[in-house]
Nanobody, 126 residues
Framework: QRQLVESGGGLVQPGGSLRLSCDSSGFTLDLYGVGWFRQAPGKEREYISYLNCYDGRTDYADSVKGRFTISRDNPRNTVYLQMNSLKPEDTAVYYC???????????????????WGQGTQVTVSS
């Protein structure tokens, strides 16, 4: 059974950092693309970042560019989202999603992804 499980969320003060993990089981990510999305209460799901595990290309939404970094640990079959300089407006439930074959465009479209995790809550507050 193919699954994605997010972890690493929590409560952090503005300016702080968190690292989210997206662990995959039941499949390897070599030919997949992995995206991170987030959804705040009352808002639509928002695209954050994307990693093409096939060729290593990355992409970021303007709202997080320069603050967030997406990466992969190949042996662990895990994708990370390092989040620095967090702001209160980053508060949301964060989801990872996987798609095969990996996308080379339209990475921000959630309907193109095949598998989703259950989400992890990130709260940025003093």
């Amino acid at each position: 059974q193919r699954q994605l499980v997010e972890s690493g969320g929590g409560l952090v003060q503005p300016g702080g950092s968190l690292r989210l993990s997206c662990d995959s089981s039941g499949f390897t990510l070599d030919l997949y693309g992995v995206g991170w999305f987030r959804q705040a209460p009352g808002k639509e799901r928002e695209y954050i970042s994307y990693l093409n595990c096939y060729d290593g290309r990355t992409d970021y939404a303007d709202s997080v560019k320069g603050r967030f970094t997406i990466s992969r640990d190949n042996p662990r079959n895990t994708v990370y989202l390092q989040m620095n300089s967090l702001k209160p407006e980053d508060t949301a439930v964060y989801y990872c999603a996987a798609v095969s074959p990996a996308l080379f465009r339209d990475t921000a479209k959630p309907n193109l992804y095949d598998y989703w995790g259950q989400g992890t809550q990130v709260t940025v507050s003093s």
